[in-house]
């Protein structure tokens, strides 16, 4: 059979003439269905590479109530988006997995309130199989416009919100964030160090909750409401921090920050005030981010979490939930586990 005319896109019927069969059953392969024998499976396939067919994506949805496309919603400005290596990494894993799914990303970030009806619209309009969501606040809008919209999602880190027994109603992939910030006080503590200080992040969010109730965990009758500072996951407000701790208590010897960018900032603070790290001063980061924990000087002690690795296991979860439920409206009670990662302490010479 001659090659299709150049410039002509190929149809389904040429497809079923090369590999001489009907062209149900080359709707039934493409589209991923059951009940065709493996040996017509075969042509198929071998007649759709061989005329470089691309399936229509308006018929396939209707075929397979798939969109091949997933929403990622990061709870943040688009500045703070580009600007922090650790969505750039999240987002890379999820990325990567999606492509091996054979689905798209499509990318929303959160400017201001006004964000929200927009999200809403776009979720409701069925242009996405779920959603991934990530940096949300405990009084952020989106899980109560992802519950209305009945779309399948999974969420960065433990929400701050419970389901109607107090277990969080919707699948999500998070670090041992509490595990990981005892055992960076705990090195603290090995080293002799005796008044450590914790720059926080955000109250709003659980994971700066949870490392800050791992850095009390450890110093337990200890802990020095005077040696806390408020951050919130920036560079700037890690200096600014690390500035307002060392008029409180300039004879602090160590800092455990929330995460590497505060830690960076802290660094830069101490330096300028004369402070030697690791002799005068100790510093311990969050994340690992390689950008950001082997390029400070000295390079950074800090915990590492596998923040690629956790947006792969989104996409994982995603994937389950939608193959399960397929997003109707008892989604929760048939959502996957959710998945808690473990950290891991990297020594640097910082601490």
Avoid: C, K
């Avoid at 500035?243 to 602090?252: G, M, S, T, Y």
């Amino acid at each position: 059979m001659p090659d299709p005319t150049p410039g002509v896109r190929p149809t389904l019927e040429a497809v079923a003439a090369r590999a001489g069969v009907s062209r149900a059953t080359v709707s039934r392969v493409v589209n991923g269905g059951a009940g065709v024998r493996l040996p017509l499976v075969e042509r198929v396939r071998r007649a759709v590479e061989e005329l470089g067919y691309i399936p229509n994506h308006a018929a396939r949805t209707l075929v397979t109530r798939r969109n091949g496309a997933v929403a990622v919603i990061i709870a943040e400005p688009e500045f703070r988006v580009f600007s922090d290596p650790f969505f750039e990494q999240q987002v890379r894993g999820i990325s990567r997995e999606l492509t091996a799914h054979d689905s798209q990303l499509v990318l929303l970030w959160v400017e201001g309130p006004g964000e929200y009806d927009r999200i809403a619209r776009y979720l409701g309009g069925g242009h996405v199989d779920g959603a991934l969501a990530f940096s949300v606040h405990d009084d952020d809008e989106l899980p109560s416009i992802i519950r209305r919209m009945h779309v399948p999602t999974v969420f960065g880190g433990r929400p701050g919100w419970s389901g109607p027994h107090g277990a969080p109603a919707v699948p999500y992939v998070d670090a041992d964030n509490r595990g990981g910030a005892r055992e960076a006080v705990r090195h603290l503590v090995a080293l002799g160090r005796r008044r450590i200080a914790h720059i926080a992040g955000p109250r709003d969010q659980t994971s700066a909750v949870d490392r800050l109730d791992g850095y009390r965990d450890v110093l337990m009758l200890d802990a020095d409401p005077g040696l806390v500072a408020q951050g919130d996951f920036t560079v700037e407000s890690g200096a600014r921090a690390m500035a307002e701790l060392l008029e409180r208590r300039p004879d602090l010897d160590a800092v455990f920050a929330g995460n590497d960018l505060m830690a960076s900032g802290a660094l830069r603070v101490l330096r300028e005030r004369g402070l030697r790290v690791p002799q005068d001063v100790a510093l311990v980061g969050f994340d690992d981010m390689a950008s950001v924990a082997e390029m400070t000087d000295p390079p950074l002690t800090t915990v590492r979490q596998d923040i690629e690795g956790m947006g792969r296991l989104m996409v994982r979860l995603l994937m389950r939930s939608i193959d399960q439920d397929g997003g109707g409206p008892g989604a929760a009670e048939t959502a996957p586990g959710s998945v808690i990662t473990p950290t891991e302490l990297v020594r640097r010479a910082s601490a």
